[in-house]
Nanobody
């Protein structure tokens, strides 16, 4: 059973930083690409960052230069370091992977950027 559990969200002021974590189980983690998405109510889920099994990374234009995705294949975790946060980064952030022919999602963690 594949399980993804996000943590690390919270309330932060503009310009601040947060580090999200996603713990994965039920898969041979090191073999799978991992992704971070975010979603605001009423809007489509947006791909924010991705990391391949070989640790190649990609980012949406909206977060490039501010966010960093990384992975730890020992602890089966993927991280999203978010710096220089702005109001528009407020969303629920989800960890995702595709395995066994389907997409898996965590329950998400809320990030709120507010002064």
């Amino acid at each position: 059973q594949v399980r993804l559990v996000e943590s690390g969200g919270g309330l932060v002021q503009p310009g601040g930083s947060l580090r999200l974590s996603c713990a994965a189980s039920g898969i041979n983690f090191k073999l799978y690409a991992m992704k971070w998405y975010r979603q605001v109510p009423g809007k489509e889920r947006e791909l924010v960052a991705s990391i391949t099994s070989g640790s190649s990374t990609d980012y949406s234009d909206s977060v490039k230069g501010r966010f960093t995705i990384s992975r730890d294949n020992v602890w089966n975790k993927v991280y999203l370091q978010m710096n220089s946060l702005i109001f528009e980064d407020t969303a629920r952030y989800y960890c995702s992977t595709t395995a066994y022919g389907r997409d898996f999602w965590g329950q998400g963690t809320q990030v709120t950027v507010s002064s």
